[in-house]
């Protein structure tokens, strides 16, 4: 009886046994699972903060670019009179009423860009001309100097 009773002491003992190997084991487990989640939120923290530092470059860029919009519009501004008439006596954009407000600035800078290099067209002129004198002079020189 003895001899039964403690088989089944010994049986009951490796249970035990192997129950806290399966414990051991499970707690490993979850501590491993517990590592994972603290790099997951690691990660998620780190990830947030390049967010809020983008978002903030984001907001900067926005300011700026609202700062050279103020600046372009002040620079379109001087193509407009009172009126909203082009300040040119020609005005490209009445002869296309269909034309865009893009393609109508396009077009009056292009004016104003040809009107700013007439006078050194005219100062181009005597100066071929004197060119013109020199060279029917005989070559010499003299009437250069």
Known sequence: QAGDQLARILAASQKVAATIADISAASGEQANG?????????????????????????AASANSLSGRIEQLNALVAAFKTNQGQASVSRSPAAAGPAASEPE?????????????????????????????????????????F
């Open 104 to 144: 109508r600035l396009r077009q009056l800078a292009e004016v104003a860009f040809h009107q700013s290099r007439r006078p050194a067209a005219a100062e181009a002129r005597p100066a071929a001309a004197k060119r013109a004198v020199n060279a029917r002079s005989g070559g010499t020189g003299w009437e250069e």
């Open 34 to 58: 517990i590592d994972e989640m603290s790099q997951a939120v690691a990660h998620l923290d780190e990830m947030t903060q390049q967010n809020a530092a983008l978002s903030e470059q984001s």
